[in-house]
C-alpha cells in the first residue's frame, strides 16, 4: 500500500519567495496533520483537517503560512513570504482517527530558505 | 518548561546491548504514551502505543509509563546496528487536542 507521498523532498529557496509544499494521505484517512520539525523545537504540529476541514491552526506561526485541503487526496502548506527561519523539515502525516490511532507520516520536505 | 522532555543523546552502545530511552512530561492530563522511530531522512513511525501505567511488551521492545512520576521508557534488548535511529516520545491528553512530541533521542547501535 501508498503511504503518505510528500512532495518535493527538498527545496532550496531565496527569502521572500513563495514556497508550497505538498501531500497526498493514505487513502481512507479521514485525518491529515502538517508538522514542522527543528533541531531546536523537535516536532511541532501546524494543523490538522478532518475530513478536508481545518480543524486546528493553532499552530501555524504566521500569516505567512497557510494550508489547504481541496479534496480528500490532496493537501498543501504555503509560505509566502518565506524567511530563512522557516528552514526546517516539514511533514505530512495521516490517520484514521484522533487518539489511538497511529498517525503515518511521509518522509518530509526538507526546506532551505536563503 | 517543554510539555515533554527527552535527553538528545546521541547514545552509542555495542551490538547486543539493553537500551533505556526516557521521556519525562510535565501535564498529569496526559493518557496517551506512544514511542515513535525515525530513521534519517524518514518520517517517524510508530513503534509502541500504551495508555495505563506499567510495562507493555513487544519483541524486543518494553515501554513502560509511570503517572505517578510522570515517567515513560523505552527498553530495547539484544540492541541491533538496525535499531540505529532516533526515538520519540509522544502523549496525548484523553480529550485530543494534539499530539506532543519530545525532541527524540538519537540512538547508535554499533557492531
Known amino acids: 500500500d501508498a503511504g503518505v507521498i510528500q512532495s518535493p523532498r527538498h527545496e532550496v529557496t531565496e527569502m521572500g519567495q513563495e514556497v508550497t509544499l505538498r501531500c497526498k494521505p493514505i487513502s481512507g484517512h479521514d485525518y491529515l496533520f502538517w508538522y514542522r520539525q527543528t533541531m531546536m523545537r523537535g516536532l511541532e504540529l501546524l494543523i490538522y483537517?478532518?475530513?478536508?476541514?481545518?480543524?486546528?491552526d493553532s499552530g501555524m506561526p504566521e500569516d505567512r503560512f497557510s494550508a489547504k485541503m481541496p479534496n480528500a487526496s490532496f493537501s498543501t502548506l504555503k509560505i509566502q513570504p518565506s524567511e530563512p527561519r522557516d528552514s526546517a523539515v516539514y511533514f505530512c502525516?495521516?490517520?484514521?482517527?484522533?487518539?489511538?490511532?497511529?498517525?503515518?507520516f511521509g518522509d518530509g520536505t526538507r526546506l532551505s530558505i536563503l | 518548561q517543554k510539555e515533554v522532555e527527552q535527553d538528545p543523546g546521541p547514545l552509542s552502545v555495542p551490538e547486543g546491548a539493553i537500551v533505556s530511552l526516557n521521556c519525562t512530561y510535565s501535564n498529569s492530563a496526559f493518557q496517551y504514551f506512544m514511542w515513535y522511530r525515525q530513521y534519517s531522512r524518514k518520517g517517524p513511525e510508530l513503534l509502541m502505543y500504551?495508555?495505563?501505567?506499567g510495562n507493555k511488551e513487544d519483541g524486543r521492545f518494553t515501554a513502560q509509563v509511570d503517572k505517578s512520576s510522570k515517567y515513560i521508557s523505552l527498553f530495547i534488548r539484544d540492541s541491533q546496528p538496525s535499531d540505529s535511529a532516533t526515538y520519540l516520545c509522544a502523549t496525548f491528553t484523553s480529550g485530543f487536542q494534539k499530539l506532543v512530541f519530545g525532541t527524540g533521542t538519537r540512538l547508535l547501535v554499533s557492531p
Open positions: 483537517f478532518n475530513n478536508n476541514v481545518p480543524i486546528d
Open positions: 500504551t495508555y495505563s501505567s
Open positions: 502525516a495521516s490517520s484514521l482517527a484522533l487518539g489511538g490511532q497511529p498517525q503515518h
